[in-house]
């Protein structure tokens, strides 16, 4: 064959394959394909296994029959099962979908969206075209669905109750707090409420996110408040501090990598799982599982019923008592772009019908098993209208052998929420 042929097939073939690589992530749900509650399953994610695992629904797993559940959780949920004698109770799995209106919205948008790995540039943005709904049915790698839990179905915004509990495995409950939450989950892309897709004065801003919480009790901590923005943009938070005895607004660096919230173990990129940008990490996708989690957790959401909702009087103190079922659920491995950042990788299990992610291992920067969080949730009051409502959350830290408990106490989604209520000068009014 002649030279100046093989040339021409060899380039051709380099150019092909450079097309490849640097062809933005596109969605693979095809035009006569359409999304419906009934579908959403097997269109958007996968089945569990309902045969896996040697039990059956109103079982009670704990440290003597923990074999029968060894193939349907984390290796590393059995040292809370096994060492610290969690206790895991079965329930039936149930389906999961999203409001009607978030389907309706994936159906007419997620043919549109394009990604791609921004490599190690964190604050450059990796997605065009996103419109409301979720961006990649039937993800095909980690990257799609670190964007499919960005984008996931949390309802448009929140009013949120819920307690903070210090908990120490020698010394057991150290402190409590009670907190208000208000969120606007989606200032754009919205679904649910009005104004569609956007709230304007948000948006002209590129806010996507606004966020205020306030301390309710003990009284020496009442009315310390907190106000902050996430952006469109992968860059960090604004926001400003209420300090009431100061009587001052401070503006402050939300969300900080490494930054504790309050004090806890949960760091601000812990929350809900993990509360930065895609952008930020590295994603890959380690496998598809059938593995226990409380997706219908049958929490009681109230301060009176604290008690029944986690062990705070035996030891180690933390331990929730809730509802697991098997769940079809995304392994992704998440490392992180920023040198600095505290975790040097983490394991995230993101639920295949909701994208939440019911279950996180952190490791530090040794590569030693640091901390587990679960987040438990409870079955939606009302399925086309409101996601799975918030149960608990638990960060426990092992290398320190401590926790962090969240029970909710009150949750109430779609509110319709003012925008005024995300300002300064609701901020000031709120802290004294």
Same mark, same amino acid.
């Given at each position: 064959?002649?030279?100046?042929?093989?040339?021409?097939?060899?380039?051709?073939?380099?150019?092909?394959?450079?097309?490849?690589?640097?062809?933005?992530?596109?969605?693979?749900?095809?035009?006569?394909?359409?999304?419906?509650?009934?579908?959403?399953?097997?269109?958007?994610?996968?089945?569990?296994?309902?045969?896996?695992?040697?039990?059956?629904?109103?079982?009670?797993?704990?440290?003597?029959?923990?074999?029968?559940?060894?193939?349907?959780?984390?290796?590393?949920?059995?040292?809370?099962? %096994?060492?610290?004698?969690? +206790?895991?109770? /079965?329930? #039936? *799995?149930? =389906?999961?979908? &999203?409001?009607?209106?978030?389907?309706?919205?994936?159906?007419?948008?997620?043919?549109?969206?394009?990604?791609?790995?921004? %490599?190690?540039?964190?604050? +450059?943005?990796? /997605?065009? #075209? *996103?419109? =409301?709904?979720? &961006?990649?049915?039937?993800?095909?790698?980690?990257?799609?669905?670190?964007?499919?839990?960005?984008?996931?179905?949390?309802?448009?915004?929140?009013?949120?109750?819920?307690?903070?509990?210090?908990?120490?495995?020698?010394?057991?409950?150290?402190?409590?707090?009670?907190?208000?939450?208000?969120?606007?989950?989606?200032?754009?892309?919205?679904?649910?409420?009005?104004?569609?897709?956007?709230?304007?004065?948000?948006?002209?801003?590129?806010?996507?996110?606004?966020?205020?919480?306030?301390?309710?009790?003990?009284?020496?901590?009442?009315?310390?408040?907190?106000?902050?923005?996430?952006?469109?943009?992968?860059?960090?938070?604004?926001?400003?501090?209420?300090?009431?005895?100061?009587?001052?607004?401070?503006?402050?660096?939300?969300?900080?990598?490494?930054?504790?919230?309050?004090?806890?173990?949960?760091?601000?990129?812990?929350?809900?799982?993990?509360?930065?940008?895609?952008?930020?990490?590295?994603?890959?996708?380690?496998?598809?599982?059938?593995?226990?989690?409380?997706?219908?957790?049958?929490?009681?959401?109230?301060?009176?019923?604290?008690?029944?909702?986690?062990?705070?009087?035996?030891?180690?103190?933390?331990?929730?008592?809730?509802?697991?079922?098997?769940?079809?659920?995304?392994?992704?491995?998440?490392?992180?772009?920023?040198?600095?950042?505290?975790?040097?990788?983490?394991?995230?299990?993101?639920?295949?019908?909701?994208?939440?992610?019911?279950?996180?291992?952190?490791?530090?920067?040794?590569?030693?098993?640091?901390?587990?969080?679960?987040?438990?949730?409870?079955?939606?009051?009302?399925?086309?209208?409101?996601?799975?409502?918030?149960?608990?959350?638990?960060?426990?830290?092992?290398?320190?052998?401590?926790?962090?408990?969240?029970?909710?106490?009150?949750?109430?989604?779609?509110?319709?929420?003012?925008?005024?209520?995300?300002?300064?000068?609701?901020?000031?009014?709120?802290?004294?």
């Amino acid at each position: 064959m002649p030279r100046r042929i093989i040339m021409i097939i060899l380039a051709g073939l380099i150019t092909g394959i450079l097309f490849f690589y640097s062809t933005p992530i596109e969605s693979e749900l095809a035009p006569d394909q359409l999304l419906t509650k009934e579908n959403w399953t097997e269109m958007v994610g996968f089945k569990p296994d309902l045969a896996l695992g040697d039990f059956k629904s109103g079982d009670l797993i704990d440290k003597t029959n923990w074999e029968k559940v060894k193939d349907v959780v984390p290796e590393t949920l059995l040292i809370l099962i %096994k060492k610290y004698n969690m +206790k895991l109770k /079965i329930g #039936d *799995y149930k =389906p999961v979908h &999203p409001s009607k209106g978030y389907i309706d919205a994936t159906n007419k948008y997620c043919r549109q969206v394009e990604i791609w790995d921004t %490599k190690e540039e964190a604050r +450059k943005k990796g /997605i065009k #075209d *996103y419109l =409301p709904g979720l &961006p990649f049915p039937n993800p095909q790698n980690g990257l799609e669905i670190a964007w499919n839990y960005h984008f996931s179905y949390q309802a448009d915004d929140a009013d949120n109750r819920f307690g903070v509990y210090w908990i120490s495995a020698k010394k057991g409950v150290e402190r409590w707090e009670e907190w208000k939450w208000l969120y606007i989950t989606r200032t754009i892309n919205r679904t649910d409420i009005e104004p569609l897709p956007a709230i304007p004065e948000f948006a002209q801003k590129g806010i996507q996110y606004a966020s205020m919480t306030y301390a309710l009790e003990p009284y020496d901590k009442k009315g310390l408040a907190a106000l902050y923005n996430r952006f469109d943009e992968p860059r960090d938070q604004e926001g400003w501090l209420y300090i009431p005895t100061m009587r001052r607004v401070l503006r402050a660096s939300f969300g900080t990598r490494g930054d504790s919230w309050n004090s806890t173990d949960l760091l601000y990129e812990d929350v809900r799982g993990y509360m930065g940008y895609p952008e930020w990490m590295h994603w890959k996708l380690v496998g598809k599982r059938t593995v226990l989690a409380p997706m219908h957790a049958g929490i009681p959401i109230s301060k009176d019923a604290l008690n029944k909702v986690y062990d705070f009087k035996n030891w180690p103190h933390w331990n929730p008592n809730m509802t697991w079922e098997r769940r079809p659920v995304y392994v992704v491995e998440a490392t992180p772009k920023f040198p600095d950042y505290p975790y040097s990788k983490m394991v995230l299990y993101y639920d295949a019908e909701t994208f939440y992610i019911t279950y996180k291992e952190a490791y530090d920067k040794k590569g030693e098993l640091w901390k587990i969080l679960i987040n438990a949730f409870n079955e939606s009051p009302e399925p086309d209208r409101e996601p799975p409502s918030i149960g608990t959350c638990l960060v426990v830290d092992l290398q320190a052998e401590h926790a962090t408990a969240f029970p909710w106490f009150d949750q109430v989604v779609n509110k319709n929420l003012d925008p005024s209520l995300f300002t300064i000068t609701n901020l000031r009014k709120l802290g004294k």
